[in-house]
């Protein structure tokens, strides 16, 4: 009989052992979703070290994962229980007006803003300086969900008169992210394009072209740079934790390396009021974001 107890008693200590020497095995996880601003190859990597670093902090396995569309944040971050995503600020704005998403944290980026604008542009040796030239051009947009690549583009030639983009251009197209919109044009695979500035100033240091073959058109307002939003209902103490680990970066000596990778100085708090004028640019656009279908069609 002791012998069973002894052997009953040892057999528990073993169990224990993966729970006391794993911690993480019982570890809650969080879902993060990121949208397709950039080659997938070069997103992932420079979100790489930032996981790490927010699942030592929170004590949470933090994971990411890349959408293929921007559209698609909205749907899978239900479909797929994500706990939270890096928006665009158009995303941001539809998250929060259908799914109630908490805004936490943006990143301030290398030039010392924490916002962009979107640019409108057409290649050097073009006749397109405003909108009569862009008349019967070919338009590259990026994505229906995204504040730079077509939400500005619309508000602009809403402004100047032209509410049927598809019959204004000879052809349109989606090109699916900011990158692949500015190749396009310079490319000469569509005569105008829209994309955000950051990616555009991004490509203009790494490829001379971007500043030689390529004029600007027009420039959109500030709108706020991809935050981190997580779902309403995420345990407050844990929301905390995510928020202040993002805001204590810069002040952290491991963080510098994470910063570096991810090509930001800081993160700033952010709050719903900072999509103010995303939601102006949208009713200029004649956008009824509680309602707007942003899949492409």
Not at 74 to 101: H, P, Q, Y
Not at 133 to 162: C, D, N, Q, S
Not at 171 to 188: K, N, P, Q, R, W
Request: proline share 4%; glycine share 8%.
């Amino acid at each position: 009989m002791k012998r069973m107890i002894r052997t009953i008693f040892f057999i528990s200590i073993l169990m224990l052992v993966p729970l006391l020497a794993f911690p993480q095995a019982a570890q809650q996880k969080l879902l993060i979703g990121l949208i397709p601003e950039m080659n997938v190859f070069k997103q992932k990597e420079r979100f790489r070290l930032l996981g790490d670093y927010l699942s030592k902090k929170t004590g949470v396995v933090v994971t990411f994962t890349i959408l293929s569309r921007y559209g698609n944040i909205i749907d899978r971050f239900t479909s797929e229980n994500m706990d939270g995503a890096f928006f665009g600020s158009f995303t941001g704005a539809l998250a929060i007006e259908k799914l109630g998403v908490v805004p936490l944290a943006r990143p301030v980026n290398l030039d010392n803003t924490s916002s962009y604008r979107g640019y409108l542009f057409a290649r050097q040796d073009s006749k397109i300086r405003d909108v009569s030239g862009m008349k019967g051009k070919r338009m590259a947009f990026v994505e229906k969900a995204t504040t730079a690549g077509y939400l500005f583009p619309l508000a602009y030639l809403k402004e100047h008169g032209i509410n049927d983009p598809e019959h204004f251009f000879s052809s349109t197209y989606f090109a699916g992210s900011h990158d692949a919109a500015i190749h396009a044009v310079l490319e000469g695979q569509a005569d105008v394009g829209a994309a955000k500035h950051s990616i555009y100033d991004r490509m203009k240091a790494e490829d001379p072209r971007v500043a030689r073959d390529l004029v600007i058109i027009a420039e959109s307002p500030w709108v706020p740079s991809n935050g981190l939003c997580v779902r309403k209902g995420l345990d407050e103490g844990l929301k905390q934790k995510l928020k202040q680990a993002l805001l204590d970066l810069d002040k952290d000596p491991e963080g510098t390396a994470v910063l570096k990778q991810f090509g930001a100085l800081r993160f700033i708090d952010t709050d719903v009021k900072d999509y103010q004028p995303v939601f102006e640019m949208a009713k200029k656009a004649g956008i009824n974001i509680k309602t707007y279908d942003y899949r492409n069609k």
